[in-house]
């Protein structure tokens, strides 16, 4: 039986994060750990397809956000043998065909007349109301400090008021998560992923009124905003080239756990081999972990408990001229409920390296409850492509369809359903108590912390925890890693243990 120190199941950036510190670790010396993935390719969720034609299509659209928070992280792109295309990530929001800069709820100076004087008048008669009561601001200022943990339904009419959370916050939300606002936490939305804004845009009735009066957008992004992507190969690249740096005796695709016993600190893995950890870093879907413990019946129903959004991609490469109300777009999301997709996605915007020359590409997402089977594809591949003729997205003159690509993922979105934070207070700690850290996207089940960065450093700093008991910064404050602060303290934390370990070095051990 093969014994190591650190079993990690997963080889996605959370995965690959932790290897890459536990090298670190052990300069010029042999590592004690194995990573096991039942993929060919490392990346996880992260990685990237090449069609035939030679159209590149990400799992999803993913950008590089700006990571100030994440200092290690950036100088660790800085370092790899890529070719970066930056851009900035202009990106908007269709409502029934007009379209909405991002944050639309800023920019409804651009709904027509009728909606827009709706609009106002329901912002002004929401304040009206709630005004001299302290509601809307005592609940905001509530929001602000964490204290009130409301429902999203709620979060969004207390902001925005009956009239724009309908339009507009209501469609969107639903969309996205498959699942009505009411059914979720608002957590997220004080911790979001990806961003470094604590919270979601507030509405601004005097500058939507500057705006409506000078024809101005508020944009969301600057010519100074920049997202990065490496300039071939999708966000893929990025993973393959992190993934070289970890020695071949490390690391075994193909291969991935099939079950685990807490009381032996023993896995099985799928070649029927089974190795003894001291301590298991888990980036696998955290009901997926919970359901490979036999020797743990309750967990099973714990598992039943987590909610997940199934995520259904549909890629075309088209021949021809991208159109040009969508030049330079990055994303565009969609509130009708009659188009299939929450997402459109343009790779090309993004890297043009991701298609070949003289055309366009399109990726779509569509977000399914994960507790319901899937739609039939060639149904639901006939609805997307109808609503990307109509939204002037395909089927234009001059313009052919020569390449198309789809995959369905289960584990797309980590729903952040009401009780989410108290199911997994009761699980963490117990696989914690018996050596098992489960992390990542699916792993920590926390949308707020599941962007590619956020995984990655996930992955390192729970090694820093088992090495050195440095408190996890992301994993345990989504809300300062989100605010830009996270990685000063880490990294003061870190020189601080490293200097007490060597003092007195710490022995891995559970806990
Ligand atoms: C639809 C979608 C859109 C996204 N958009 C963005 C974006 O715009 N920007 C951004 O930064 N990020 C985005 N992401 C997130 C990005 O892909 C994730 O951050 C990243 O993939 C999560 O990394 P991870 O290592 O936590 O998990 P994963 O990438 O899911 O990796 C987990 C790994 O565990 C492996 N595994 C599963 N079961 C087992 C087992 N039994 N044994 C061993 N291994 C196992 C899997 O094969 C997988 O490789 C998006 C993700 C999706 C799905």
């Known amino acids: 039986m093969r014994s190591v120190r650190v079993l990690i199941a997963g080889a996605g950036p959370c995965g690959l994060g932790a290897a890459l510190e536990l090298l670190d670790a052990e300069p010029g010396g042999t590592a004690d750990f194995l990573l096991v993935d039942p993929g060919s390719t490392p990346g996880g969720w992260a990685q990237s397809r090449t069609t035939a034609q030679g159209f590149t299509f990400d799992f999803g659209g993913h950008v590089l956000f700006p990571h100030k928070h994440y200092a290690r992280f950036a100088e660790l792109l800085r370092g790899l043998p890529l070719e970066w295309a930056s851009s900035v990530p202009e990106r908007g929001v269709d409502v029934d065909g007009c379209f909405l800069p991002y944050p639309a709820q800023r920019n409804l100076h651009r709904l027509p007349l009728h909606r827009l004087v709706r609009a106002i008048a329901s912002v002004l008669l929401h304040r009206f109301r709630t005004r001299g009561t302290g509601g809307a601001q005592a609940e905001e200022q509530a929001h602000v400090r964490g204290a009130a943990d409301g429902n999203m339904g709620r979060y969004l009419q207390t902001r925005f008021g009956h009239y724009v959370t309908k339009l507009l916050m209501q469609p969107l939300n639903q969309k996205q998560w498959a699942h009505q606002p009411a059914q979720l936490t608002d957590v997220w939305a004080r911790h979001r992923s990806g961003s470094t804004v604590r919270n979601v845009a507030d509405m601004d009735m005097g500058r939507m009124l500057r705006n409506l009066l000078a024809g101005t957008d508020d944009l969301g992004w600057t010519p100074e905003t920049k997202v990065t992507y490496p300039a071939k190969g999708g966000s893929g690249a990025i993973w393959s080239a992190i993934a070289r740096a970890i020695p071949d005796e490390n690391i075994q695709l193909g291969t991935h756990i099939v079950s685990i016993s807490l009381e032996d600190k023993t896995a099985l893995l799928s070649t029927g081999e089974?190795?003894?950890?001291?301590q298991l870093i888990s980036t696998m879907p955290l009901d997926m972990l919970l359901r490979s413990i036999p020797e743990r019946k309750e967990f099973r129903a714990k598992a039943?408990?987590?909610?997940?959004?199934?995520?259904?991609?549909?890629?075309?490469?088209?021949?021809?001229?991208?159109?040009?109300?969508?030049?330079?777009?990055h994303?565009?999301?969609?509130?009708?409920?009659?188009?299939?997709?929450?997402r459109v996605n343009f790779p090309m915007t993004v890297a043009e390296g991701n298609g070949p020359e003289g055309c366009y590409s399109v990726l779509c997402e569509v977000s399914e409850p994960g507790s319901v089977p899937a739609r039939?594809?060639?149904?639901?591949?006939?609805?997307?492509?109808?609503?990307?003729?109509?939204?002037?997205?395909?089927?234009?003159?001059?313009?052919?369809?020569?390449?198309?690509?789809e995959y369905t993922i289960e584990h797309g979105y980590p729903v952040p359903f009401l009780g989410r934070d108290t199911l997994l207070s009761e699980v963490q700690p117990l696989l914690e108590s018996a050596g098992v850290y489960s992390r990542g996207r699916f792993g920590a089940w926390r949308y707020e912390i599941s962007n590619q960065d956020h995984a990655y450093m996930q992955g390192v700093e729970v090694v820093r925890r088992i090495l050195y008991r440095i408190p996890e910064e992301t994993y345990g404050n989504a809300g300062a890693v989100n605010e830009a602060v996270a990685e000063q303290k880490v990294m003061k934390n870190f020189a601080t243990a490293v200097r007490e370990s060597v003092k007195s070095p710490v022995r891995v051990s559970a806990g």
């Open 274 to 278: 089974t190795v003894q950890w001291e």
């Open 304 to 329: 039943d408990q987590l909610v997940k959004a199934r995520s259904r991609l549909f890629g075309f490469g088209v021949r021809g001229s991208m159109p040009h109300a969508y030049a330079g777009l």
């Open 331 to 342: 994303s565009c999301q969609v509130t009708s409920a009659e188009m299939p997709f929450w």
């Open 376 to 405: 039939s594809a060639e149904a639901l591949r006939a609805e997307v492509q109808q609503s990307l003729v109509r939204m002037g997205l395909l089927g234009k003159a001059n313009t052919e369809v020569i390449s198309t690509w």
